[in-house]
């Protein structure tokens, strides 16, 4: 199996995994307090609410690490050639 590597370092397999968790998380709690189609609707229109909300914030906090992560790959990937000639 060939598994390619991530462009965004990690980042942005990072706020995925954040935003699924915001949308799970409230949808699962609400709906195993009375497990009801109508607890299941509202578990689900909550967590849509929250993984928004949190899909907001994650997007501006990961944008800034993701842009400094990057600088620092291409910062580095620049002296490895400037040393090799």
Known sequence: MVMKGTT???????A???????FVMPAAW?????KTKKNAVIGMAVG?????AVGGMVR???EI???V???QADQKMYENKKSSR
């Open 8 to 14: 965004t370092a990690g980042v942005g397999e990072l």
């Open 16 to 22: 995925n995994f954040l935003i699924g968790c915001a």
């Open 30 to 34: 609400i709906y195993k307090a009375q």
């Open 48 to 52: 849509t609410v929250f993984m928004a």
């Open 60 to 62: 501006e906090n990961m």
């Open 65 to 67: 690490s993701e842009s």
């Open 69 to 71: 992560i990057m600088k």
